[in-house]
């Protein structure tokens, strides 16, 4: 059968191309990148498979296996048959043989999945979702508590007070602020800068945790208790913690102030300094 014929003879009923894609991505995100199709209740095939079967599928490729005008070619041998439009079901077992689970993902990949989100409240008051900003090779990870009004107006992670402070620190270790990465517990601005809520972080923080998974730093600074709360899972006050380097996976964790709690207690910035002097010799080892 060629292509034409299989264009043909899929199902017109999109529904089911919806529900083919999104199964197609719920694998991805497991980590399953290929596929192949066989002929429904046939006996799988023993064949050697061609390079062109093991090429990862992606939906927009099932788009254009299924005939919707996309011009994405099918990675499958043109033999393969259509997937009944009878039952989602039974489309789902045409699908077999996963492909090895690929390597971590990528900044970009996180973002495009965080998409318009719109998974907690946050979400209706934001001008701009604040990802984060940075190498994507950092070495030192900041996180924050969540964007203030500048960091909403531009979408971009400590750019008001805060962060000029921040900046200040960060040159005073010897690094630039491209060199490491900035990013927050929540990504959207909590209204009047109140504390992210526990709905908040649960929808939000998961997407840090990637971030951080992605990076793979040497060390994770969380600037005040709800980045230490959310990276570190404790809830011990900040007082007791500051200053420490705690295990973090295979990388390290370490707590300070927030620089606005700095800018709104002046005389605790030499703790800050000292701080940052320790994550300076930390990184030097
Ligand atoms: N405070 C934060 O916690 N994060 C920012 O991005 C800015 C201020």
């Given amino acids: 059968m060629n292509r034409a014929q299989v ?17 197609l991505e719920f694998q991805e995100e497991l980590g399953v990148e290929g596929f192949y199709r066989r002929r429904a209740g046939s006996v799988p095939r023993t064949r050697t498979r061609s390079p062109r079967d093991s090429r990862p599928l992606s939906a927009g490729a099932v788009e254009g296996a299924a005939g919707k005008g996309s011009p994405v070619e099918p990675p499958l041998a043109p033999t393969s048959l259509p997937i009944p439009a009878s039952s989602v079901a039974q489309s789902l077992s045409l699908f077999e043989a996963p492909a090895p689970k690929r390597g971590p993902e990528t900044l970009d990949e996180i973002r495009t999945d965080l998409g318009d989100c719109q998974r907690c409240k946050l979400a209706a008051g934001r001008k701009h979702i604040v990802f984060g900003q940075g190498s994507p090779k950092a070495q030192l990870v900041f996180v924050g508590e969540g964007p203030g009004a500048d960091e909403d107006e531009q979408g971009l992670p400590f750019v008001g007070r805060a962060g000029q402070l921040l900046n200040r620190m960060i040159q005073l270790v010897g690094m630039k602020r491209e060199e490491v ?22 929808a939000c923080s998961p997407f840090l945790f990637r971030q951080i998974e992605a990076i793979r ?7 005040g208790a709800p980045a230490m709360r959310t990276v570190l899972g404790i809830t011990e006050g900040i007082s007791k913690v500051r200053g420490q380097f705690r295990d973090y996976g295979v990388a390290k964790a370490f707590v300070t102030f927030h620089p606005a709690y700095i800018l709104r207690n002046p005389r605790d910035e030499k703790i800050l300094r000292e701080d940052f002097e320790s994550i300076r010799r930390f990184l030097s080892k």
């Fill in 181 to 202: 990465y900035i990013c927050n517990v929540v990504k959207c601005r909590p209204p009047g800068n109140r504390p992210p809520e526990k709905d908040e972080v649960d």
């Fill in 217 to 223: 730093p040497k060390l994770v600074c969380c600037l």
């Fill in 7 to 23: 264009r043909e003879d899929m199902p017109s009923d999109s529904s089911l191309h919806e529900k083919i894609a999104a199964y």
